[in-house]
């Protein structure tokens, strides 16, 4: 079904704060999950408001009143703890404060502890990017990817995030470590669906294609094995150890986010920077195309182009079964 982009903000700021978030809190996590829906990462969007549902009933969800806590800082760094509630807040409020650190310092180094999920991390990209800065992120997160050689999961699907202005659409790549995201799970789960075969195995090891087999004590797999699982090590270390959050197992915590922003006219004018940026677009658009290719793309360029249509047309597509799931957990609550 077609969802009303207002009807879509307006359905999730009811749920969340009927979960007991605050109004501030639930309008910038409605922003995140609306920013997902609009550029079709529905694993990011309107469907984890189920899970944020039975995470409040159990209690794993901080619903205090948002108040940031600043552990440290100096002019360009920051020094975050989220107390466990939910990450997309923090995140938006602490770029926030980071913007106008780099004003003066070109470069703001950002780490949060203990946060809840990071959510879409592609729109903190997005938004940096609108203020002609470049984003570099790391966040680890729940959902088990299972490293390369064992079949225990042991880190979260631990994106990498990269965000690039230029002078016209904005370079982003914002890629998981494993093959699949948990959201992608989450999505099959509530569809009712199965799984690609060969991503994510089942608690014994073996390769599964239901999604319940692999919630259930099962884990995703890294993308091209060792290499994956390599980079999703880092980000776990970066992320996790440097912001004294969770890491692996065996060092417990809530989870943790570290960010860099960088101002390009450290080193250069924006107009130089942004200029060879379009060049090096143009020259990838240009390239002789492989067979089957009618366009090539480059990282954010087809996700840009939906969000753009989506914001024109005023709605984007829901499932029937999603709905239904909301409306749900909607009227319960009154």
């Given at each position: 079904m077609k969802l009303d982009i207002k009807k879509a903000t307006k359905l999730s700021n009811d749920i969340l704060q009927s979960l007991g978030l605050d109004s501030d809190e639930a309008r910038l996590i409605t922003e995140n999950l609306i920013e997902a829906e609009l550029v079709a990462k529905k694993t990011h969007g309107l469907?984890?408001?189920?899970?944020?549902?039975?995470?409040?009933?159990?209690?794993?969800?901080?619903?205090?009143?948002?108040?940031?806590?600043?552990v440290s800082q100096?002019?360009?760094?920051?020094?975050?703890?989220?107390h466990r509630k939910l990450g997309m807040p923090i995140i938006y409020k602490s770029l926030d404060l980071a913007f106008e650190k780099i004003r003066k310092s070109k470069v703001v180094c950002v780490g949060l502890k203990d946060i809840g999920v990071s959510g879409y991390i592609g729109a903190?990209?997005?938004?940096?990017?609108?203020?002609?800065?470049?984003?570099?992120?790391?966040?680890?997160?729940?959902?088990g990817l299972v490293p390369y050689g064992t079949i225990k999961e042991m880190w979260g699907t631990n994106p990498l995030t990269v965000g690039i202005p230029s002078n016209d659409v904005p370079v982003i790549l914002d890629m998981a470590s494993s093959q699949i995201t948990w959201g992608d799970?989450?999505?099959?789960?509530?569809?009712?669906?199965?799984?690609?075969?060969?991503?994510?195995?089942?608690?014994?090891?073996?390769?599964?294609?239901?999604?319940?087999?692999?919630?259930?004590?099962?884990?995703?797999?890294?993308?091209?094995?060792?290499?994956?699982?390599?980079?999703?090590?880092?980000?776990?270390?970066?992320?996790?150890?440097?912001?004294?959050?969770?890491?692996?197992?065996?060092?417990?915590?809530?989870?943790?986010?570290?960010?860099?922003?960088?101002?390009?006219?450290?080193?250069?004018?924006?107009?130089?920077f942004t200029s060879n940026v379009e060049t090096a677009i143009n020259e990838l658009k240009n390239a002789p195309k492989a067979k089957g290719f009618k366009e090539i793309f480059f990282a954010g360029e087809q996700s840009s182009k939906l969000r753009k249509k989506h914001?024109?047309?005023?709605?984007?597509?829901?499932?029937?079964?999603l709905y239904q799931s909301l409306m749900e957990i909607l009227n319960a609550s009154k």
């Amino acid at each position: 079904m077609k969802l009303d982009i207002k009807k879509a903000t307006k359905l999730s700021n009811d749920i969340l704060q009927s979960l007991g978030l605050d109004s501030d809190e639930a309008r910038l996590i409605t922003e995140n999950l609306i920013e997902a829906e609009l550029v079709a990462k529905k694993t990011h969007g309107l469907v984890r408001l189920i899970t944020f549902k039975s995470q409040t009933d159990d209690h794993r969800i901080n619903t205090d009143k948002l108040d940031l806590d600043i552990v440290s800082q100096t002019a360009n760094s920051l020094y975050i703890n989220g107390h466990r509630k939910l990450g997309m807040p923090i995140i938006y409020k602490s770029l926030d404060l980071a913007f106008e650190k780099i004003r003066k310092s070109k470069v703001v180094c950002v780490g949060l502890k203990d946060i809840g999920v990071s959510g879409y991390i592609g729109a903190y990209a997005r938004k940096a990017s609108e203020k002609n800065l470049i984003f570099i992120g790391f966040h680890n997160s729940p959902g088990g990817l299972v490293p390369y050689g064992t079949i225990k999961e042991m880190w979260g699907t631990n994106p990498l995030t990269v965000g690039i202005p230029s002078n016209d659409v904005p370079v982003i790549l914002d890629m998981a470590s494993s093959q699949i995201t948990w959201g992608d799970l989450l999505v099959a789960k509530n569809e009712k669906k199965q799984i690609k075969t060969g991503v994510a195995i089942d608690s014994s090891g073996e390769i599964t294609t239901d999604p319940t087999k692999v919630t259930d004590g099962g884990g995703l797999l890294p993308f091209f094995g060792h290499k994956g699982s390599g980079l999703a090590f880092v980000v776990e270390l970066l992320a996790g150890a440097l912001t004294g959050s969770r890491v692996g197992n065996d060092v417990s915590g809530g989870w943790g986010s570290f960010y860099i922003l960088l101002d390009p006219t450290m080193f250069r004018t924006l107009t130089d920077f942004t200029s060879n940026v379009e060049t090096a677009i143009n020259e990838l658009k240009n390239a002789p195309k492989a067979k089957g290719f009618k366009e090539i793309f480059f990282a954010g360029e087809q996700s840009s182009k939906l969000r753009k249509k989506h914001l024109n047309d005023g709605f984007f597509d829901v499932s029937d079964n999603l709905y239904q799931s909301l409306m749900e957990i909607l009227n319960a609550s009154k």
